[in-house]
């Protein structure tokens, strides 16, 4: 008799139960105002994960002997924000429940807000730490509210001022700078202080929220709004693996890959190496 | 002194006043279920027109005779639906108000029901010729009503059976098929009854939308959803010119270019040639 | 507790027990001369199948009716043919050996070699009907026997003469004409004879192999041999229709797209669509 | 002792001595107005041609039969337009001394001028068919009297009224199909008078132009200036094998691939399946 | 009423006269000797512009506050070098006369060269500063002297010994870099002696053009002749900020930007956001 | 007289009895798991070496003072892979015997092999520098021995341990750096010890095999295993130069770029550099 077709992430096919990390993507991006097809971004990175190895010579580790289950995708609707929000915080809640940890792949940033929010109930004194190239604090964006352009102001809505540190930040309005200021820690263009504060949330409970547009568009053309002037892959690879293996993640996400437009594949290669990364890292 | 830059479709650079039809751009597409990119249509099609003359040697005529104005794309909300359709409402409604034609270039088909709903307003026996790859008839998809995939459905809300007429359709869920049989008449795979309900519906007011993945994916692979077995180029020239030099038009759209998947240029330029036969035809 | 992530073509998802047809992707392409790639058309149509609709308004008939397996892809070894060929052969002897029907997606052609050794172990009288813009009926290529260009004389080399009927066929050189001539029944450019060849091999055991390269380049451009003058989509979507729903199938294959090729995705789509008309209409 | 590499057209490698026919390529595209790429067209013809079976079912002749010799690409100066045509004039002079028929792949359209020059100088009584979907008969082009679009005005220059026959034609501005009205003969849209016309030219001295665009772009995406409604494969493939095997063919050229356009190699394909089908034709 | 569709450079719409710097478009690719497409480069600069944000953190700066006015492309002719250069030389004399700062984008480099005559005129003591991949020093090209290859040395005719200074200069023939090395100032790879030039030239009237292929081919890979080896984004941003806030630009240029060789987008960002940098540091 | 059509790499153009250096292609990729394509590598080489300069400014040395013969690609047969070996080594060994350096481009890794054989016969005491981001030291993969991923370790069967010095291995499964550990040495990441390497190998036989994926992919797309985390285009220009000048080079290639994977051109311009620089290196 023979089997179904089931694809997952490389390596993660252990059982539900066992599982420590439970993977899902979240395949949305209506709020995308310049260039969508992030939609797109979570099953190419399960598909082309086969290109990488299971084990890596950065950390000495092998996904071979983790216990990661991968659900797939979440079917959200288009064009109706909050039911798709709904939709991923329930995902969320459920492999909290289970004392797992939540690990989605979007979609466009904005999906972060639904995973938050499941965490958020759950974890009180959350934290969160948040590479990007866009500061993503806008109130509203065109007049929406729930935009990816303003996606961490809604997380800051719940968790309020001083537990959001933000790294790599080189785009965005003057009025998001100056509210940034005031509410929570940016640390533009690098990672500069980022080992500080690892040793400083030592211990509490952490979301951490990647958006790959973060990396330089030379390595990750593969996005919908390209910002020069980002790091580099290395420098990347060592940021998440510091934060995963320090912290103490309770969710986390990877965002942003936008495959089509980077046909030669290399930003999806890069988007599954640090989720292979960041895999591995997490205790 | 030197000139802004003005950009219209060819030759569409009349003064406002004189203008007997106005082409605007919707570019929205944040309820596309498959691939997104329509957004990216209305600018093309402006972008390249360039490459087109202004005189068709089928109809011999030239757009240099005509009075069109072109008053650029909306700028739209992405993700909160009914905002966006509000906005193409107004637009529609104050060229009507006007007293000319509003040409809406889209974007996706759902753009149609912004339009739609102000000429429905307006004239009250309007009808609809739509051609179209797709029933479009669903009454929800995936939990949303306001969706491509539901837009002639949500027009039928609005002026009832007997006033729908869809041309080409070879695409559909079985449900579809059967409402459309009980509400509306569907002429299945081509444009076979096309000249008698040109006649039928002579002198009454129409509202005409193309979606343009009526057309094989052959000549126009660049849509979302490119859907085998469609008609070729002359037949829906031949079929826009038929509709548009014998019916009454008072709105109409021509939607569903996402032009970059197809990198050749060769759907935008169908494209172009259709809304430029379109312009020439309509009286 | 979340399931595994479940990836099938569209709608064929029933228990391998109650299955009539079960789906298996070849996923080969080591042999292909002149530029590879159909090694992603399994998975590239397995994919983008949740673009189709599962109801067929051409047969009036639903997937959604029928009781299909998808077993995935194929896991083969590249730079070993016999090895590949060798585990082609055992899937399909496997699929027979359950009295169900093996549906191959190709791949190159190849890999119909391996499904056809163990269809022809069964069925004793098999007919092979075979669509394909080229002849492949070379003794050899380069001096490989086990080329996709061979694969129709490999064929021939089990069942010998007269059991062979060819279709579409432009493209070969002059000797692969003049063999074919006295082995095989050739029907060049076109299927002016199918209609008397489904008669004339009714109820007999028939291999059916879909070369998609027998469509022009215009519609399926996704291949790695695009050879002018072919099909067009009506035509194949006829053809299919006829031999699955008048012959006894034994077995078939899909094969020969090579998605990268055409990355507006229309190539795929046509794929996907013939694949659901064949599974349709198959008895 | 090993041999240089030599890149010829598909089996276009006899002795210079013995050759009926010469290609060269003219890779030039200098005026082009809308999109440049032409002058990748003859290389990439040369390189693609191993595509193809030398061998012809349509005709059933084989390349192997043939004396052709290809001498590959000029080189030429971009941007000093008249340099270019007298390079292309000087070459296709030597061919023409050396009693052989020259066979120019483009670039652009304006390289038939050069080629034409010297056709016109040795064959007093030439006459042109020309085959495209752009009447190029302005008698300038944004003030460029040496432009693709003015290339057959160019060539009446040289040999007045009633001796260019044109099919084809889609695209023009008024005044070039007035005016051609009256000094040429033009076929709009189609080939429905080539019959007749090949005949009453029986004899005659004839150079043969070649504008691939004449075909639709389906099946010829990768060009510069893609104008919908043009003809398919197999129309173009009969028509240029009725003139070059029935036409005293003293000069040809085939242009305006643009490769890069079309990823999918197709209209490449296309295109070299045109040359080799003229190449047998040509008496 | 509706407006016409402007469309300019982000944030660029103040009025003509109250402007201090004038953008204009220079789309011409005639001289290119490889790959041709940088006539698409001011459009899509333009086009694309709105991915940014207005506001610079690097500057703490935002184009808000500055008076730009963008007067579009120029139409060119393509084929007649000289004519082409002349529409330039009147449009940067129009800005100039009206004393505001001309701000050309390409186009390929030769447009300097139409530029930098009017500046020339207006400017005797005009100096040079040249980023660049190339030495475009070459006497002639092919036969040509206007050629991008040599626009540099053109400028040299102008203005003689001394008085160019390059930077970033990695490729180029012998000849090109013995002569430069005798009559201007080259910095090869790289912009070691940037900060002190800059102090040197303080207070002369500075012509700065700005090839973008000085970047290393994998940040900007949408070029003609991309050249590994070059700088990155940073280091180039620091460069053109450095030299435009410090220096009396009286006239510059970017160019060289041909979009559609990248199509991930990630080019033209770049593009733009070198463009921002400069026009937010020019004082 | 017309001269038929030579293709060479840039300047690679002396007579075979006058050239030290005999550049030839292996345009094979059967074994290739992951992305086949770099079938095209030497050709596309080869024709776009033409965008290069001859003259190096990094060494000061141009190719016009060089003897190199450049000898075509090779015709290998797809699904064979021992005689591709068999027919490359044999290629290796006419250059060998005719006391010249044998240059190969590639194709996939696996090609090293067949040239190995050849160079280790005639050098009983070679030893190999290998720049690569795999290990390429599996035993077999997916049951094949003849592998791309077992490139080095088949070289190793022939020479055995502590001959081989690897350098930029980031990728491999935990077995492969095991074993490599134990047998050869590894470098990994980075080219940290090479100057202590090419110093302690002077004078030895050295063949010299250069997979291009050592590079980042930002600045090497085109390649089938993008592997995040290489060095950039600088760092290996310096390495192959340090190696190619100072080592005694009996044999070397350049492998594993496949073009069409980069579509801007630039992973292929970055090759043919690199094959510059070496070519102008080696004594």
Redesign the interface.
């Known amino acids: ?8 992430f490389l390596a993660c ?1 252990c059982d ?2 066992d599982a420590d990390i ?1 993977l ?1 993507g979240a395949p949305f ?9 992030t ?1 797109f971004g979570s ?1 190419a990175i ?2 082309e994960s ?6 890596s ?2 950390q000495d580790k ?1 996904l071979l002997d983790k216990n990661i ?5 979440l ?7 909050e ?1 798709a929000l709904a939709d991923i915080e329930e ?1 969320t809640e ?2 909290l429940n ?1 004392k797992k940890i939540p690990f989605m792949i979007g979609g466009e940033h904005l999906v972060t807000l639904g995973a938050f929010r499941a965490v958020s109930k759950k974890y009180e004194d959350v934290h969160i730490i948040h590479f990007d190239a866009h500061a993503d604090l806008r109130n509203d964006y ?3 509210e ?2 990816h352009a303003c996606v961490i102001r809604r997380c800051w809505d719940i968790i309020g001022d001083g537990k959001i540190y933000q790294f790599g ?6 009025e998001e ?1 100056r509210w940034g200021s005031e509410h929570i820690t940016t640390n ?2 690098n990672f500069d202080t980022l080992e500080e504060v690892v040793k400083k949330l030592k211990g509490k409970p952490i979301y951490f929220t990647v958006d790959l547009d973060v990396l ?4 990750f ?2 996005t919908g ?5 980002g790091v ?3 420098t990347l ?1 060592k940021a998440v693996t510091l934060v995963c293996s320090n912290c103490n993640i309770v969710g986390c996400d990877v965002n942003e890959l936008s495959p ?7 930003s999806t ?2 988007a599954c ?1 640090i989720v292979r990364e960041m895999l591995l890292a997490i205790k």
Chains 1, 2, 3, 4, 5, 6 share one sequence.
Do not use: C, W
């Open positions: 008799m023979l089997n179904r077709n089931i694809e997952t096919d539900y139960n439970v899902f991006d209506s709020t995308t105002s310049f260039r969508p097809g939609r099953s399960r598909h086969f290109g990488l190895e299971s084990y010579p950065y092998d289950f991968d659900s797939g995708d079917e959200l609707s288009f064009g109706i924000t039911n995902r459920t492999i289970d065109l007049g929406a729930l935009s930040i080189r785009s965005g309005d003057r700078f533009k263009f330089d568009p030379s390595v053309p593969g709004t390209p910002e020069a002037g580099d892959f290395d690879r089509h437009y980077d046909q030669s594949g290399a290669a890069v190496k």
